[in-house]
Nanobody, 125 residues
């Protein structure tokens, strides 16, 4: 499975962006997709996950209430809608995926077998 992330850019604080993560290759409807982000010099952190089985979502506390996830099954694409962006959301966002992810470990990088390239998000104050 190959993952292609896109949609990053420069936005003012309070603005919105929508990131896309398109999966190509063999993936099932239970395929789980997540987003992590990283600021240079800091550890990568979990942002959000979309569970393919049941379409449940889970968000980091730092983005809860501002970010949402959705999926277009026909396009094999998961979208991360980011609203009310803050300067601290500035990072390189990377989408990841795996066929089997359990809820309790969905925020761990090690839970994901496939990694896409990052897309840069910059939020100006």
């Amino acid at each position: 499975v190959q993952l292609q992330a896109s949609g990053g850019g420069l936005v003012q604080a309070g603005g919105s962006l929508r990131l896309s993560c398109a999966a190509s290759g063999r993936s099932s409807r239970t395929y789980t997709t997540a987003w992590f982000r990283q600021v240079p010099g800091k550890e990568r952190e979990f942002v959000a996950v979309f569970f393919g089985s049941g379409s449940a979502t889970y968000f980091a506390e730092s983005v809860k209430g501002r970010f949402t996830l959705s999926r277009d099954s026909a396009k094999n694409t998961v979208y991360l809608q980011m609203n009310s962006l803050k300067p601290e959301d500035t990072a390189v966002y990377c989408c990841v995926g795996s066929e089997t992810v359990i809820y309790s470990t969905a925020n761990r990088e090690s839970s994901y077998a496939y990694w896409g390239q990052g897309t840069e998000v910059t939020v100006s104050s």
